[in-house]
């Protein structure tokens, strides 16, 4: 059985399609992460500001957009984004992948912003006490004392949220929309050998996210040499 | 880091040695294989006449490349290709419009025709209750013999054991949800468990990992999986289909009678110019199928056809 697996692998599989799953695959699947996690960073921050902001309606709003973003399945928002990015802008309706992104990068922005509020309140109160009797003031605060050490946690954070964000844009496959998991489902409709599919995939995935894992943790301990 | 990359070295030098050796044993003789070969020509000759791409109007089509050879993917062009994707051609030039494919799974094309996000969805739809509840149904379309007889497969070595429905009494039988075959199972198999899954191919693999006894499919189908996979074969029971349910159907937006009435006109011309079958006998050969295995063929290489 497993022999016979392994040797698909090599023989049917791989010759004929190494360059849809390396190429095509992985391309859109990084691809889609980068947009993912760089357009989800930048929500996260403004989010983030809103959410520690002196007005409380602003609080109320993000806290309430994180929660049922948090709380509800990927898959859900993403059903949800592709039929109704379409109706409310009619332009993208020809675009499942930007309809697709924006699900995800919504979603990504939920858990960036608080990974950058906890990030930020995790930076000793006595910071900001010291700097303000110093007689800085509130912005030159946030910018010269608090945010250089926020950075610190935010970082690693997010090069994890990324890794994350790689993996669950699998569930982008069900709309077609390239990534490697697509590329699972089409190459298994052509040669219905479903498990050799799966562990090409699996080990491409593993590759990505192991690598990316270890330079996040190097990048991490980099950081923290100045401690 | 060393010993990683002299792993990862190791892995695409052994991958390299495989590929020089890789494909398929050929055991078709020539004549068969001009056949088939002929037959993938006209299909992409057929894609290349229904193209219509200067019109302005666009009809969006959802099709579920997962059901060879109705509709898959083609990887080398890394297109949608197939019988219904020719049907869906053929249509958009008919009506006149530029043919727009959106690929999805087999669930979200439905709901896909339900919210309007397109236009119909061509992708081997059978009729069934709910269908006709929640969608406009076209005229049916046939798409050969193959496509209406509903067969189950099981493993290979156990494919005589079966010939009738209770000998499926007690076993695990797979089927894709929402499709003509779960129902066929409910009401035909009563002994038996149904197991859905989400395409065809996933309950092939429960099929081989031995999850299940058997996959309910369309026989074409099961040719289709056939042709790939030695392990499994037809057992001896075949459903019985009423004739509501021998043939395929486009979904529609609910209320859309104005397109549901077009394509009927386009279905009833493509049925008249006996195109069906052509494209089916197109489609299967894209799919791997050898199409020349019932054809006899002259001295001089030529197919013998049947005067039927």
Known sequence: ?227 | MKKILALILALVMSMAVFAGCGGDVDTLDANEKAYNEAQIAKYWAFEEAYKNDGATEVLKVAISPDFAPMEFMETDKNKVVGFDVLLAMYIAKELNMKLEIVTLDFGACQVAVQTGTVDCSISGFSVTDERKQNCNLSDYYYAGENETEQVIIVKADKANKYSKADDFAGLKIGAQGASLQENLCKDQLTGAKIEVYGDINTAVQALLSGIVDGVAVAKGNAESIMANNDKVALSGFEFEVSSEEENNVVLIGKGNDDLTNKINAVLAKAYAAGLYGEWYEASKALSGINTAAEISFDENGNPIVDAE
């Not at chain 1, 859109?28 to 357009?39: F, M």
Request: glycine share 6%.
């Open chain 1, 1 to 227: 059985m497993f022999i016979e697996i392994i040797e698909n692998i090599f023989v049917k599989i791989l010759p004929k399609y190494w360059h849809l799953f390396v190429f095509e695959g992985l391309g859109y699947t990084l691809l889609l992460s980068l947009i993912t996690v760089l357009c989800g960073t930048i929500l996260g921050s403004l989010l983030a500001l809103l959410k520690m902001s002196k007005i409380p309606p602003f609080r109320w709003l993000v806290t309430a957009f994180v929660e049922v973003i948090r709380g509800t399945p990927l898959l859900l928002q993403l059903y949800i984004g592709y039929f109704l990015v379409p109706q409310l802008i009619p332009a993208l309706s020809s675009n499942k992948f930007v309809s697709v992104s924006i699900a995800l990068v919504l979603n990504s922005a939920a858990y960036v912003t608080e990974i950058i509020r906890s990030g930020i309140q995790a930076v000793d109160k006595g910071q900001t006490e010291a700097a303000r009797s110093l007689g800085l003031s509130q912005a030159q605060t946030m910018t010269k004392v608090v945010l250089p050490q926020a950075v610190k946690n935010i970082l690693p954070a997010l090069g994890n949220e990324f890794v994350a964000v790689i993996k669950e844009t699998s569930l982008a496959s069900t709309f077609y929309v390239g990534d490697l998991m697509t590329q699972y489902l089409v190459v298994k409709g052509n040669t219905f050998l479903a498990m050799e599919c799966l562990l090409v995939v699996g080990v491409i995935y593993f590759v990505v996210t192991f690598v990316l894992s270890r330079a996040v943790s190097a990048f991490e301990k980099r950081l923290k040499r100045g401690e």
